[in-house]
Nanobody
């Protein structure tokens, strides 16, 4: 099993930055890739950024050039650096980890972009 714990959310003004963290523990050697999703009120959960093992990262069009997904393997942590934040980025952000058999989710962290 894999456990995921997100942190780093909060309230930020438009144009500001936040860095989200997702710390993985448990059977991390089984993880094939990790990703960040978000869900705004009344909307479906959507992919923000993905980082497959040994593959290219990919981003939603709405965040390209503003968000960056990267990892620190020594800390078993994946990050989402979010710059130039917009009110429409407001959502609960979730990280997930995909193994051969299971997709694991974290509990989510709230990001609110507002003046």
């Amino acid at each position: 099993q894999v456990q995921l714990v997100e942190s780093g959310g909060g309230l930020v003004q438009p144009g500001g930055s936040l860095r989200l963290s997702c710390a993985a523990s448990g059977s991390i050697f089984t993880i094939n890739g990790m990703a960040w999703y978000r869900q705004a009120p009344g909307k479906q959960r959507e992919l923000v950024a993905a980082m497959p093992n040994g593959g290219n990262t990919n981003y939603a069009d709405s965040v390209k050039g503003r968000f960056t997904i990267f990892r620190d393997n020594a800390k078993n942590t994946v990050f989402l650096q979010m710059n130039s934040l917009k009110p429409e980025d407001t959502a609960v952000y979730y990280c997930n980890a995909l193994t051969k058999r299971t997709l694991y989710w974290g509990q989510g962290t709230q990001v609110t972009v507002s003046s």
